[in-house]
């Protein structure tokens, strides 16, 4: 799927391909807000049984990075993010420790400002016999212009609200810390990692307004776009495995969040028997 013309601001739309290649033929300057967890370059094992999930409901097709590769490949897409977006706009980068140096080497060789470095504190389940337990992700949240970057301080709790554990709760909810559980898609269908709808959603309030478009160049499960439509904004974004993308294009054209088993099974059919068709 493509814009009709090299000069036309795509919007609400998913593409099927590589997103540094792709991100060359998109206009300069028109992102409102990047929102994206990229590839891990760890080897992950998207099946694997401590992740507590039933592999056969796990998607094939996690388009991982190989480490020799890592920086240059997150210098690329950083690079292609700062070009499409917005003097206003801003960005949030997740990462996991093992190759946040390439991220932050990228976001500054390029010329983006930190803002701030959020920690996401999760649950994970993952035990451990010679290290400490992992359970937590990086978000780097990071601006063009810091003087022009738009930031809405009370779009989720008003000046005077107070919390239920006492003291202000807008004061709270900025902390940098944020205290937010996964999301486990049990007995359904789902791609191997995913942000949980309550993680975007807080973003989305604090850096965009309704009518904004969000972008994200790894799609992967698609919660990016599908929180951002939820959210009255308009999305924007790529995913290169095959799988992956029919599944966003399922969610979004369904209108569901969540996909049953037995529903993406039909739907896997279904493509099958169009494709022998034409």
């Known amino acids: 799927m493509s814009s009709d013309s090299p000069h036309a601001v795509p919007e609400d739309l998913v593409i099927h391909g590589d997103c540094i290649t792709g991100m060359r033929s998109l206009p300069s300057g028109f992102v409102d807000l990047v929102i994206t967890d990229p590839p891990f370059a760890i080897d992950f ?22 480490k020799s590769d890592y920086a240059d490949f997150t210098r690329n897409w950083v690079s292609g993010i700062w070009r499409i977006l917005k003097d206003t706009g801003s960005a949030y980068i997740f990462s996991g420790w ?4 390439d991220i ?5 060789d390029v010329g983006f400002t930190t803002v ?51 003291g202000s709760a807008h004061y709270k909810d900025k902390e940098d810390v944020w205290i ?11 791609t191997p990692t995913k942000l949980p ?23 992967g499960s698609g919660q990016v776009a599908v929180v951002s439509k939820m959210n009255n904004r308009r999305y924007l974004g790529f995913e290169i495995a095959d799988d992956y993308y029919r599944f966003i294009m399922h969610r979004l054209e369904s209108g569901r969040y969540r996909v049953e088993a037995d529903d993406q099974n039909r ?4 493509a099958k028997l169009f494709s022998q068709i034409g």
């Open 45 to 66: 094992k998207a099946h694997r049984s401590n992740y507590n999930r039933t592999s056969s409901r796990v998607l094939d097709g996690y388009h991982e990075v190989d």
């Open 98 to 101: 093992n190759n946040l140096k």
């Open 104 to 108: 932050l080497i990228a976001i500054d």
């Open 116 to 166: 701030n470095h959020i920690i996401w504190k999760y649950q994970f389940g993952v035990v451990t016999k010679r290290k400490y337990v992992t359970s937590h992700y990086h978000c780097l949240y990071v601006c063009k212009d810091d003087k022009l970057r738009r930031f809405y301080p009370f779009a989720r709790h008003g000046k005077q609200e107070r919390s239920p554990s006492g």
């Open 180 to 190: 937010i559980k996964r999301e486990y898609w049990t007995g359904d269908k789902k």
């Open 197 to 219: 709808r309550e993680l975007i959603e807080k973003i989305l309030a604090y850096s965009s307004k309704e009518g904004d478009l969000v972008f994200d160049p790894f799609m």
């Open 267 to 270: 739907q896997d059919d279904d």
